[in-house]
């Protein structure tokens, strides 16, 4: 008897250590351990644990006898990431429809949850969770934060109803042409009006609210200029040289060694009869806050971009002076002279107001919101074949 029970366990034993080794070598075969899985390195917050670590931090999450096998570094992120994974099962759940940011515009994070207040867009689930990719109907990538090589974006296969979105409010003088970004986006998010989601830097809307514009700010300056991006090859460095010899212009930026503050932007702007609203590069409808800005703050922008006719097709014609309708610097600076002597003619440039309001657009967030209501809405297949030729040909 003392012999078989030696035996049986002897032979328990054998099984045990089988076990045991069947189960390390399938543990090390797909956990693959390393100090990256033992301890989650600093990352920014809107990453959660990081590209290395993330997946093992939800893991974790999922599995709650699991907590333990994590470093102390994911646990500050743990109620964050259980909220956003939380949100996101809801999401799928209710049928909102998916859109994964892959990256942060120029590092910039902005609240995920105010597309309805925002822009009255519903059924729109926005997340920064990149384990989210396989449940995702759409994804987010801006131009200037993809690497020229392609190696901050997705390894997994892209599954079949996924949409990739190309997102850039740069002109094409001042984005990177690559090679490598033909066939691989479904759907363009930017400023031009033939893109799939058009986002400009601002507009013109009719003033349905029956709220009247107030009164035209006082104006205690005749010409405004702010510019940080000075470039003596820009076309508007080389009309402002020729155009201050021909009238007083008040500057600020960094160029004149003049920073204002956000602060004290409206304050200055508004104070102007004229700003020079020069855009740094000539595209078709580049057309940025330099334009805006100074219709919504009650100044009457003198632009340097597009031709009219481009302008005319998103503001008022009668709402901005445009360099081209004068033959020179120097006709235009008489121009001004002229309305600055005469109140009648200068208020003529405000009637658009008795109408419409100017707004601003929303920095990355109003292009993920519109993104994925664009998703939401249309389910036929689209690919960008050659995003080169359309963008920068």
Not at 134 to 151: E, K, V
Not at 219 to 240: G, P
Not at 300 to 311: A, F, M, Q, T, W
Not at 362 to 371: D, K
Request: hydrophobic share 35%; glycine share 4%.
């Amino acid at each position: 008897m003392e012999s078989q029970n030696s035996s049986r366990s002897c032979k328990n034993l054998f099984i045990a250590v089988v076990l045991m080794t069947c189960f390390s070598a399938m543990f090390y075969m797909y956990y693959e351990p390393s100090v990256n899985w033992l301890k989650c390195p600093a990352v920014p917050k809107h990453d959660v644990c990081g590209d290395v670590c993330g997946n093992i931090c939800i893991n974790a999450l999922k599995r709650p006898n699991q907590i333990q096998i994590v470093n102390n570094t994911c646990m500050v992120n743990f109620t964050s990431l259980r909220h956003q994974l939380t949100q996101t099962e809801a999401a799928s759940s209710q049928g909102d429809t998916v859109l994964l940011i892959w990256m942060w515009p120029f590092g910039q994070q902005f609240d995920l949850g105010i597309c309805s207040s925002m822009f009255d867009i519903h059924g729109c689930h926005l997340t920064v969770d990149k384990s989210q990719f396989n449940r995702a109907q759409g994804l987010l990538f801006h131009h200037r934060d993809i690497n020229g090589d392609l190696s901050n974006m997705p390894k997994l296969p892209r599954p079949p109803f996924q949409k990739w979105v190309w997102m850039n409010m740069e002109s094409p003088s001042n984005s990177p042409q690559r090679s490598n970004l033909n066939n691989l986006f479904n759907l363009t998010a930017n400023y031009r009006q033939d893109s799939d989601i058009m986002v400009p830097y601002g507009r013109i809307s009719e003033n349905t609210g029956g709220k009247k514009h107030d009164e035209i700010p006082r104006k205690n300056k005749l010409v405004c200029w702010i510019v940080s991006n000075w470039n003596w090859n820009h076309k508007r460095s080389r009309y402002y040289a020729e155009l201050k010899e021909h009238i007083s212009i008040e500057t600020y930026g960094n160029h004149f060694n003049k920073r204002i503050s956000n602060q004290d932007y409206s304050d200055v702007v508004s104070s102007c009869k004229f700003y020079l609203s020069f855009e740094n590069s000539i595209h078709k409808d580049y057309i940025t806050e330099k334009l805006y800005n100074p219709l919504s703050l009650g100044t009457v922008p003198v632009v340097l971009g597009p031709p009219r006719k481009n302008y005319e097709e998103l503001i008022p014609g009668s709402a901005f002076i445009h360099v081209d309708d004068f033959n020179s610097p120097k006709e235009l600076a008489e121009h001004l002279k002229l309305l600055d002597q005469n109140d009648d003619l200068y208020r003529q440039y405000f009637t658009w107001r008795e109408h419409f309001v100017s707004s601003a657009g929303v920095f990355g967030l109003e292009h993920a919101c519109r993104a994925c209501d664009h998703i939401r809405r249309n389910k036929n297949y689209r690919v960008v074949n050659d995003l080169n030729s359309w963008y920068w040909g």
